[in-house]
């Protein structure tokens, strides 16, 4: 349960510089903050995932999914500038497990460029359903109960 | 310590991603994490050139804005050495459109995102579409991770050439690794094939979005992709 952090870990512009260097250095060793929200789950993505991390990242999701019955997951892609078939596979894989588990799982504020790129590649992202930013996925999250 | 990665990623916090910040960082080299005193007059300006082109790159709409708070950072650091910060080498600046030829070493999974990075700003350098410039980052990201995923280490190459009617970027990834069996080749294009990572399908998705694709790969040799990217001058 304690592999990932339950707030996020921003850092304020007016902090120290030392505590932003360290800062920086504690995400090079990798966390991705998980905010509960109105009985969901927020992951905003703005590191580079990469397979130990993607793990992580999907069982503290399915962890708390149960112990909280949480009825929907969201990922927020908005800071992810280029997805490929390895991140596709990746936020595919998250889907399928949250959905395993009886809840949902929503994808939201994918970017145009990369919402084309992923078409003209032909990879498929079957297993989240999309919605165009936070407040719509929520409210389609409230409406499913 | 104030270096420029402490300043300016202070400035660029919320407005260009965490990942993005470290890729334009590495792009600086040694200038990034050296005392911001140690660096020199010269220094100071690749710096800036630097910083001003990716940020009307990624945070278009706050640019103005951001590039006078870096300006003002390194301003205030006092003044400029006069000798060069040891391990502080030139970067390739970004500015112009004349034809480029760049060699990336692809060794580890740090390396896919500078790679990426790298192939995007060389795309809006030469004058490729935003949306171009995506599929080009994509098409790099692909190639990378199969070199890190099954090569172990390789390169990629950037090739630009400003012809008479269009704009040409061709990249190349090389890699000495294990090579793909002819049988499985056939599969992967077929799209039968499915690696334990899932990875099958990059190599599709590289031809899908280029306009040349061409591969070629020796089992126990190595794989060499190229691919062209075209756009209107």
Known sequence: MNMLKVQPVQV???TGREERAQAMKRKDEQQVPIIQIRGCLLVSIQ?????RLALELK?????????LSIRGVILDVSWVEVIDSYITRILND???????MGAACYMVGIRPAVAMT???MGVELDAVSTALN???ALEKLELRQ | MRTVETEVGAILEG???EITQRSIFRRLGGMARAPLQHLTTQDRQTIQAELESSVRLFAPGRSAELIAACARALALAGPPAATRAPGAPLTAGLSGTADADKRLAIESEKDI????LEAWSEAVRIGLSKFASVKVATAVSELARNIVFYAGTGTIELHSRQEARETRLEIVAADQGTGIEPAKLDAIFAGTYRSERGLGKGLVAVQKLVDEFAIDTRPGRGTRVSCVFRGAR
Do not use: N, P
Not at chain 1, 47 to 51: G, Q, S, V
Not at chain 1, 94 to 100: L, M, P, Q, T
Not at chain 2, 113 to 116: D, E, F, H, L, V
């Open chain 1, 59 to 67: 069982t503290a999701l399915m962890e708390r999914v149960r112990t």
């Open chain 1, 94 to 100: 998250i889907g399928k497990s949250v959905r395993f």
């Open chain 1, 12 to 14: 304020g512009r007016a």
């Open chain 1, 47 to 51: 590191t580079e995932l990469h397979d």
């Open chain 1, 134 to 136: 936070l407040d719509a």
């Open chain 2, 15 to 17: 407005a260009i991603s």
């Open chain 1, 118 to 120: 992923l078409v003209e």
């Open chain 2, 113 to 116: 995102a500078s790679a990426r």
